[in-house]
């Protein structure tokens, strides 16, 4: 079990529609990650909160929109996505930018089907 | 900007074969390096990481690697694999601000029993 946890497990959703991903750690951590992993391909990053303020965002586009609410919850609220976004969303944390150890907890992962 | 290249990008074994798995990077500044696991339907793990000091390093489930700076390589290795070995393996980098991790494009191992 990861400590990252992210819900829902599967979300299928028409190009129209409105959805949101939500990621929770309990471990104090204060850096969080979106990613965003299709098939047979590794994991590519999308944004990254540092102490609860968007610090990096690799041109994404605006159809993805991420929120911090607070150090312990990330969304990634989804909207007119398109097939092609269809993917697995990963949510991970690590301690921060204090920190020597870097590493990052993943969560399971969100299963985006967009029809 | 950070890059990281896996050669191999599946392997097949029987058990008790040794594994190395072949990881470069580059990256300007000092490097912090990485190997995650996927087992099949499972979170990414970390297996061994390596930020300064003796630069053979071990991880869990017997598995170690090697950072070699001079040919900017950082090789997964295992004296024998398992049949539980069975996953995808991703190297990746972190930058020097400790908030960007580059994975590789991953090893899918397949070991036969």
């Known amino acids: 079990d990861t400590e990252v946890t992210q819900t829902p497990k599967h979300l299928v959703m028409g190009m129209t529609n409105k959805k949101s991903l939500k990621c929770e750690q309990h471990?104090?951590?204060?850096?969080m990650y979106w990613y965003k992993q299709k098939a047979k391909k590794p994991p590519e990053l999308m944004f990254v909160?540092?102490?609860?303020?968007?610090?990096i965002n690799e041109s994404v586009p605006s159809r993805f929109s991420p929120e911090c609410p607070n150090s312990s919850l990330l969304n990634l609220h989804l909207h007119a996505l398109q097939p092609e976004d269809s993917a697995l969303y990963l949510c991970a944390s690590s301690q921060g930018k204090q920190s020597n150890t870097g590493e990052l907890f993943f969560g399971e992962g969100s299963r985006l089907t967009v029809l | 900007a950070q890059s990281v290249s896996q050669h191999n990008h599946h392997v097949i074994l029987s058990e008790a074969a040794s594994l190395e798995l072949g990881c470069n990077y580059s990256y300007g500044g000092t490097v912090n390096l990485f190997w995650y696991v996927q087992y099949p339907g499972q979170h990414l793990q970390l297996l061994l990481k390596?930020?300064?000091?003796?630069?053979l390093v071990k991880g869990i489930k017997g598995f170690e690697a090697e950072f070699i700076k001079s040919k900017f390589s950082f090789n997964l290795r295992k004296p024998s694999v398992q049949w539980s070995d069975t996953a995808e393996y991703f190297c990746a980098v972190m930058n020097n601000a400790g908030n960007m991790l580059t994975f590789g494009g991953g090893t899918r191992l397949m070991v036969k029993p």
């Open positions: 909160y540092s102490y609860e303020k968007l610090s």
């Open positions: 390596y930020f300064s000091g003796d630069p």
């Open positions: 471990m104090g951590h204060r850096a």
